[in-house]
């Protein structure tokens, strides 16, 4: 009776003593399992957390650009303002000047006597020849900040593209460009691109958007001769810039005349 007592009290205890060991290999293996996949969850968590982020900046981005051009809009209005009232004094000129050439030419021409005094009616004739002359520069004057009011305010209030592929560029001209860089335009130079930049063009895009007069006017102030620098195909070949064209910017390139 003690040795069948004994043989199934031995056996109880080999019996707990293995369960106990496959208890522990399973839980190890259980452990590591769980090590093995937590860092494969936590990555889908960790990219929805860093998309969340990415696109919170880009929220914050779009409400300062926006806020920005809000801004713009609201610094154009004076200047839109004055255009429109240089309009007016122009207009006003053109038509005063218009009925004094109405009233000359409709007057007939009579032969007055001839004067004592010469040499006074030569004076005021020289003071009414100055007198028109500084009229016909302030004309001038007027007209040409309009055209450059005119131009500034179209390329502010137009949309500007989004920037281009400037790798895709590079190819595609053969040569290592920046973006808004004037002098890949034919027929600028980098004192050209300078004299742009000091009338407050410094893109592509606000090259485009700016007059042919503007910049003849330009160039003649400046004293360049406007027969070797014509600019009249520079705002063409700056939107095609603008908005990525390259193709069509080496087509067009291609027909142009190159400046020795």
Known sequence: MLYTLGIVF?????????????????????????????????????????????????????????????????????????????????????????????VAVSKPIQTPPLPDNVSALRDERNQLRALLGRHEATIGIQAATIDRLQSHVDSESQDAPRPPDIEIGRAMLGTAIELDDLTVVVGIDTDIADLCRQHEITTWWGLANTDVRVLRGMLEAAGRSVEQHDPSSWPQQARLLAHGSWQQFVNLTNRLPRLN
Do not use: Q, Y
Not at 58 to 66: G, K, Q
Not at 70 to 88: C, Y
């Open 10 to 102: 031995v056996w109880f205890v080999l019996a707990f003593v293995l369960g106990a060991l496959v208890g522990w290999f399973m839980h190890r293996v259980v452990r590591r399992s769980s090590a093995n996949r937590s860092p494969k969850a936590s990555a889908p968590l960790n990219d929805a957390s860093g998309d969340t982020a990415e696109s919170s900046v880009n929220m914050r981005a779009l409400r300062a650009e926006l806020k920005e051009l809000k801004s713009r809009v609201v610094a154009l209005e004076p200047v839109e303002f004055e255009r429109d009232r240089l309009r007016r004094e122009l207009a006003e000129l053109r038509a005063i000047r218009a009925s004094e050439l109405k």
